[in-house]
């Protein structure tokens, strides 16, 4: 599968700065582990940095008329207040905390098999779901790894890309699968790939008689 110049460039960088031999991991559940542990320590860092202000007020009175200051364990534990500041002190709490547990991806079903390979679990937790949090998509209206794929080859077929190529990208086995994504073009353009199925469907068939008269 081709890549675009600035992605193999930086995939040479990455094999350069990890001294990566032939047959070595691209990407070892150590060097996403490292990745992970480094931004969480800049998280925290950042998070202990900004200090909560003077003068928030107080939450609502509870059913036993107690209120609590807004930036405070209290608030967010007792009156369950979610207010920007009581996250963050919250969030800071948690800061103070982490050293306590062990490394992520080291506990229950997340943890390394020993093979140097990402646990799904894991590539989920720390990657996956926390890039969509960073990009604020809510829990409900998160994109699966099945949509991306469908955007990917749509994109490409509407952008004039040869269809018997989007087929190898995707595995497809065969050309059909890879037809359901026609109907993001128009119906010239659909006619011009009707023609280059026919040929692919005669070129496959060329083929196997070859391997027949081999054989």
Not at 163 to 192: F, S, W
Request: with cysteine; proline share 5%.
């Amino acid at each position: 599968m081709s890549l675009r110049d600035t992605v193999a460039a930086q995939l040479d960088a990455h094999i350069e700065q990890y001294a990566l031999d032939d047959d070595d991991l691209l990407f070892s559940y150590d060097m996403l582990m490292t990745e992970v542990r480094a931004l969480k320590a800049e998280q925290r860092a950042q998070v202990l940095a900004t200090p909560i202000p003077d003068g928030l007020g107080h939450t609502d009175p509870d059913t036993r008329g107690r209120t609590f200051r807004h930036g405070t364990l209290n608030a967010y534990i007792r009156a369950k207040c979610r207010c920007q500041w009581c996250r963050h002190r919250m969030a800071q709490w948690s800061a103070t905390r982490v050293d306590h547990h062990p490394p992520p991806g080291q506990r229950g079903r997340r943890r390394a098999d020993g093979s140097g390979h990402l646990p799904r679990d894991t590539f989920r937790n720390q990657v996956w779901i926390a890039t969509l949090d960073a990009l604020g998509y809510p829990p409900d209206k998160r994109p699966t790894f099945h949509k991306l794929r469908h955007a990917h080859a749509l994109w490409l077929v509407a952008g004039g890309a040869d269809l018997v190529v989007v087929k190898e990208r995707l595995g497809h086995k065969n050309i059909a699968t890879t037809q359901r994504y026609l109907h993001a073009l128009d119906p010239v353009e659909e006619t011009a790939l009707d023609a280059l199925t026919t040929f692919e469907a005669r070129r496959d068939d060329l083929a196997q008689r070859r391997r027949r008269r081999g054989a």
